[in-house]
């Protein structure tokens, strides 16, 4: 375990909590105009899967756990959660559905995700920041709407929804973030 301040945890980390692994979900930094600047950490508890939100000082100190840190290949999903398999050795792992939650709906099959593993078991995972799908169904373009903060909704080829500009028609390819399914560009390929 390695002590870091409040304001450094980042989505993903794992926290030493009352003795219990935690996975952060989110952590906001607030600084208010008056008072001390606090940072607000939701974080899911690996060993029930229970949720846990806990405020700090930006300046208070909380445990990192050490983890490892490899990566990994998605091939399926079955019944018992996600399969991937590791690409030097071919030894495949099993990530359960909820240590996914939402993020699952980005899963495209051979993806390199990043997994951390404590002792052997996984805790957390890390897709790629960005992927690239088709739009199979979008609204069309309502006549006057062409100021550029304008956007209609849009279906995936992984069934997502997500908002996309006025321009953008059915079968074109976008780029999407993972972290929140947010729109970027039309894929360059």
Same mark, same amino acid.
């Given at each position: 375990? +390695?002590?870091? *301040?409040?304001?450094? !945890?980042?989505?993903?980390?794992?926290?030493? *909590? $009352?003795?219990?692994?935690?996975? !952060?979900?989110?952590?906001?930094?607030?600084?208010?105009?008056?008072? &001390?600047?606090?940072?607000?950490?939701?974080? =899911?508890?690996?060993? $029930?899967? %229970?949720? *846990? %939100?806990?405020?700090?000082?930006?300046?208070? &100190? +909380?445990?990192?756990?050490?983890?490892?840190?490899?990566? @990994? $290949?998605?091939?399926?999903?079955?019944?018992?959660?996600?399969?991937?398999?590791?690409?030097?050795? @071919? /030894?495949?792992?099993? +990530?359960?559905? $909820?240590?996914?939650?939402?993020?699952?709906?980005?899963?495209?099959?051979?993806?390199?995700?990043? *997994?951390?593993?404590? /002792?052997?078991?996984?805790?957390?995972? /890390?897709?790629?920041? =960005?992927?690239?799908? /088709?739009?199979?169904?979008?609204?069309? !373009? %309502?006549?006057?709407?062409?100021?550029?903060?304008?956007?209609?909704?849009?279906?995936?080829?992984?069934?997502?929804?997500?908002? !996309?500009?006025?321009?953008?028609?059915?079968?074109?390819?976008?780029?999407?973030? &993972?972290?929140?399914?947010?729109?970027?560009?039309?894929?360059?390929?």
């Amino acid at each position: 375990m +390695v002590k870091v *301040i409040a304001s450094e !945890v980042r989505k993903g980390n794992v926290l030493e *909590i $009352d003795g219990d692994l935690c996975t !952060v979900l989110k952590a906001e930094s607030i600084r208010p105009g008056k008072g &001390t600047p606090t940072t607000h950490i939701d974080m =899911r508890r690996i060993s $029930d899967g %229970v949720k *846990i %939100v806990k405020s700090y000082r930006t300046t208070e &100190t +909380v445990e990192r756990a050490f983890l490892d840190e490899k990566d @990994y $290949d998605y091939l399926y999903e079955d019944e018992m959660g996600f399969n991937f398999m590791e690409p030097e050795t @071919y /030894e495949q792992i099993l +990530v359960p559905k $909820d240590l996914l939650g939402d993020s699952a709906q980005w899963l495209v099959e051979n993806m390199r995700c990043s *997994i951390k593993l404590f /002792e052997g078991s996984p805790v957390a995972i /890390e897709l790629p920041q =960005r992927v690239i799908f /088709e739009i199979v169904e979008a609204d069309p !373009v %309502v006549k006057g709407q062409t100021a550029s903060s304008s956007y209609k909704p849009a279906k995936l080829s992984n069934g997502a929804r997500v908002m !996309v500009p006025p321009h953008i028609e059915s079968g074109t390819r976008i780029v999407v973030m &993972t972290e929140d399914g947010s729109y970027v560009e039309r894929a360059k390929d």
